[in-house]
Structure formats: structure tokens, C-alpha cells
């Protein structure tokens, strides 16, 4: 099925460890997208990537890394997680940069940091 | 960073009834879009508008993008309880390269 696949669902974390949140597309879109959202807050952008071999920080970067080596893959990582990084991660993907491009979104990655 | 609110922000109502969302803010967008997310998925994206004053359909969903591209709203006809998420708007406010902020979103509740 084309779309955003992402890994894994769902995770509990104590704090201090560090991980990384796997997306991959097979849509061949050229911008992609991390997202958290959190009750009462929406969804924030995290980072972005408007084509591979480019980032970009969001709204709320600190803590967290990405990195864009091909058009199919954008991992977010935690280099050292703490509680306020709890919190579902949604990544997304767009055809390009463009007001007028639609996102997709992956199902999400549930993460809990104790 | 243009800030989106959306009302109501918690909306029950009984299968059949027609219902209406607002998305607004100060700032002026390029374009807006709707999304519904439904418990454990992610958004999908229902319509995008661009022009002031447009109005789209969707089979019962009516969109509609204010004059002044400062907001939007969505209204459902009849609803049914296959309508029942959550309605997030999102706009881009520079032409061609911002990313989509996303309102906080209109929780909808379709009682059968």
C-alpha cells in the first residue's frame, strides 16, 4: 500500500536513552515532514527536509535530529530523551514545497519517555 | 508563526443534524486546507483552497475560504456518524515555501 510507514508504534523509553523514530515513503515525494502532537497543542513541526540532502528546523528542533540521505527515508532522533518529549510523532510528505501540495501522513509513533 | 484557532473546540450532536466549524486568525494565508484524524491514524487531507471567497464540495462537507483568506469554515449536512474525528485546519502564509501550521482542531462527535 503507498504511503508513510512508520516504526515502530508505539515505545516506552526511560529518560536519558536515545533512539530514533523510522519513516519511510514509497510515494517518491520530495519533502518530508516530523510532526508531535500533544493535547491542547496540535500538531508542531519538529523538523523538515524539502528534498534529500537538505533539513530545516521547526517550531520546536532542540532535542531532536534528522537526517535525509535519500528520497524514502527521514529518521528522528533522540540523542538523550526526557519526559517532555512524550508525545504521539507523526511524520509526513509532500510532492514538493508548495502551498498548494497536500501532506500525507503516516499512523503515527506513540512514545513515552519515563 | 500565524496562530489558527478552530471552534468549537468539543462538538456532539445527533446523526442528521447540520453542523458547522470555524478555522480563523489575524494573519492572511496562500492557502488552507482541512484534515480529519481519526483515534490512532493520522491526518488525511480533505480539500485545499486557495482563492478568497472559494467554496468546495464533498459529498455533505462544504468548505469555504473567507474573502479576505483569513479563514475558513466547514459545514457538514446531515451528518452521520462515520463523521465522527477530529477536524484540523492548516495554512501556509508564504507563497511557495512555509510549511503548514495546524489549528488545534475541532473534536466531532456524531451520536447515532
Known amino acids: 500500500i503507498a504511503g508513510i510507514t512508520q516504526a515502530p508504534t508505539s515505545q516506552i523509553l526511560a529518560a536519558g536513552r536515545r533512539m530514533t523514530l523510522r519513516c519511510t515513503q514509497d510515494?517518491?515525494?520530495?519533502?518530508m515532514y516530523w510532526y508531535r502532537q500533544d493535547l491542547g497543542l496540535g500538531l508542531r513541526l519538529i523538523h523538515y527536509?524539502?528534498?534529500?540532502?537538505?533539513?530545516g528546523k521547526g517550531e520546536v528542533p532542540d532535542g531532536y535530529s534528522v537526517s535525509r540521505a535519500n528520497t524514502d527515508d527521514f529518521p528522528l532522533t533522540l540523542a538523550s530523551a526526557v519526559p517532555s518529549q512524550t508525545s504521539v510523532y507523526f511524520c509526513a510528505s509532500s510532492e514538493r514545497v508548495g502551498f498548494n501540495y497536500g501532506y500525507t501522513f503516516g499512523s503515527g509513533t506513540r512514545l513515552t519517555v519515563v | 508563526t500565524q496562530l489558527l484557532e478552530q471552534s468549537p473546540q468539543f462538538l456532539s450532536i445527533q446523526e442528521g443534524e447540520n453542523l458547522t466549524v470555524y478555522c480563523n486568525s489575524s494573519?492572511?494565508?496562500?492557502?488552507l486546507q482541512w484534515y480529519r484524524q481519526e483515534p490512532g491514524e493520522g491526518p488525511v487531507l480533505l480539500v485545499t483552497?486557495?482563492?478568497?471567497?472559494e467554496v468546495k464540495k464533498l459529498k455533505r462537507l462544504t468548505f469555504q475560504f473567507g474573502d479576505a483568506r483569513k479563514d475558513s469554515s466547514l459545514h457538514i449536512t446531515a451528518a452521520q456518524p462515520g463523521d465522527t474525528g477530529l477536524y484540523l485546519c492548516a495554512a501556509a502564509s508564504n507563497f511557495g515555501n512555509e510549511k503548514l501550521t495546524f489549528g488545534t482542531g475541532t473534536r466531532l462527535t456524531i451520536i447515532p
Open positions: 527536509s524539502n528534498t534529500a540532502g537538505t533539513t
Open positions: 483552497v486557495v482563492t478568497g471567497g
Open positions: 510515494m517518491r515525494h520530495n519533502a
Open positions: 494573519s492572511v494565508f496562500s492557502s
